[in-house]
């Protein structure tokens, strides 16, 4: 079992810039991808960025500049640096893991809000 926490999402004004954490907890196996996704209403939900157990990092076009997603392995943390935030990027932001032990595996965190501004 794996379990997530994600945390520092908040009111900001366009042009600002957030850190959001995805802290993971419990029995891991092995953790193949993070990724972070955003939810907005009226919206689907959008893959904004995602790192991979090999390093490959891959960002949505929409963020692509802007957003870096990192990791530290020691913390069990996967961090989501946003910058230059804009009014489009509002949603609520979830952390998803995907882990193999004979099958696949996901998790998901409670989702932490991001608010931007105009």
């Known amino acids: 079992q794996v379990h997530l926490v994600e945390s520092g999402g908040g009111l900001v004004q366009a042009g600002g810039s957030l850190r959001l954490s995805c802290a993971a907890s419990g029995t891991m196996f092995r953790i193949n991808e993070v990724g972070w996704y955003r939810q907005a209403p009226g919206k689907q939900r959008e893959l904004a960025a995602r790192i991979t157990s090999g390093g490959t990092i891959n960002y949505a076009d929409s963020v692509k500049g802007r957003f870096t997603i990192s990791r530290d392995n020691a913390k069990n943390t996967v961090y989501l640096q946003m910058n230059n935030l804009k009014p489009e990027d509002t949603a609520v932001y979830l952390c998803?893991?995907?882990?193999?032990?004979?099958?696949?595996?996901?998790?998901w965190g409670q989702g932490t809000q991001v608010t931007v501004s105009s």
């Open positions: 998803n893991v995907k882990v193999w032990s004979s099958r696949w595996y996901d998790y």
